[in-house]
């Protein structure tokens, strides 16, 4: 009779494989962000074959402070209490050993009141354009403040994104600033949120206490490196027919 924790020893593989997934090497990635460029529109960022994963919402929302975190990186996207200093595309390029395997692009917010009319319909303009054209785009992180929930701005991008998140874009949706709510407001928040996003991907965010940070940048790194997606580790289970029905089951 073989152990019922342990595959016989033929099965075993031969090298033992990592447990992935592995939030060190993703964490160990994205510290390689450095700025590459900005950009006030589309027209003037680089064209790139790397996967871009976009960070959008409104103004304020946490997007900056976001990439600083899983970047960390204090002062690489520009984060501040003044919502709107975030006002062109900033791409942040990632990749070990100088090959550049992916981008972050930091986008400027929507919504704030004071920003005149002109400038929030150019960057309407920029953002959607930006999102239903660049050819690289993987995937959009929506950051939204769970007090405020998913706006109607909000709504509009996710119309705008739907037709390529049909056709496979990623999409995730973090609920920032979560240390700012206790546990009955969290799972409410979340459940709020996950019905408005029709079924998408939702998670609590906070910079401050590092509430999700590996489980985002987890999701990060599989967009940008899909053909390395781990193998999961072969379950311990023994073969049925190596299983002793009569052994006791343990406690
Ligand atoms: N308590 C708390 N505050 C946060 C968190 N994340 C961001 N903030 C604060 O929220 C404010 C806005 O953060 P930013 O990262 O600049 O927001 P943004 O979405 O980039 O804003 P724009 O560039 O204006 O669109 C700053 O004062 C941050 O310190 C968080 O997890 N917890
Ligand atoms: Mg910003």
Known sequence: MTSSTSLPSSSQPAAAAPALPNPKIAMGWLH???????????????????PE???????????STCINTLTQQHRLAFASKTPGRTQSINLFSLGKQGVTDAMLADLPGYGYAAVPKEAKYRWQQVMGNYLQTRDNLKAVVLLCDPRLGLTE????????IRPRVVEGLKFLVLLTKSDKLNKTEAAKALSIVRLQAGGGDVKLFSALKRQ?????AQHLWDWAHPSEKPVKPAKAVPDAEEADPSAPAES
């Open 153 to 160: 701005l909000d709504e509009i991008l996710l119309d705008v």
């Open 32 to 50: 390689t962000a450095k700025f590459l460029t900005t950009a006030p529109e589309l027209k003037h960022l680089p064209r790139l074959e790397v």
């Open 212 to 216: 999700g940070v590996e489980e985002v």
């Open 53 to 63: 994963i976009a960070f959008v919402g409104r103004s304020n929302a946490g997007k």
